[in-house]
């Protein structure tokens, strides 16, 4: 059994800066893949950031060039540094971990991004 824990969400205005934390605990193998993923409200849930076992592998293109995927490997920690935020930025967020073969989410930070 894994657990995802995420943190680091809150209040924000924007052109501001947020870093969101995910701390998986459990077995977790490694090459493990981790991303983060959003959902605004009445909205789809999003790929924001997915990152391998080193260093980032893709962003979604809306937040190219403001959104910075990294990991601790010996933490089994991924972090998601946010800055020049924007409203439209305003979403749950979610931590996504697959290892082993099985999927693993988080219960959900929340980004509030105020004009």
């Known amino acids: 059994q894994v657990q995802l824990v995420e943190s680091g969400g809150g209040l924000v205005q924007a052109g501001g800066s947020l870093r969101l934390s995910c701390a998986a605990s459990?077995?977790?193998?490694?090459?493990?893949?981790m991303a983060w993923y959003r959902q605004a409200p009445g909205k789809q849930r999003e790929l924001v950031a997915a990152?391998?076992?080193?260093?980032?592998?893709n962003y979604a293109d809306s937040v190219k060039g403001r959104f910075t995927i990294s990991r601790d490997n010996a933490k089994n920690t991924v972090y998601l540094q946010m800055n020049s935020l924007k409203p439209d930025d305003t979403a749950d967020y979610y931590c996504?971990?697959?290892?082993?073969?099985?999927?693993?989410w988080g219960k959900g930070t929340l980004v509030t991004v105020s004009s």
């Open positions: 990152s391998a076992a080193v260093g980032p592998i």
């Open positions: 459990g077995t977790i193998l490694r090459n493990s893949f």
């Open positions: 996504f971990l697959r290892t082993g073969g099985t999927e693993y």
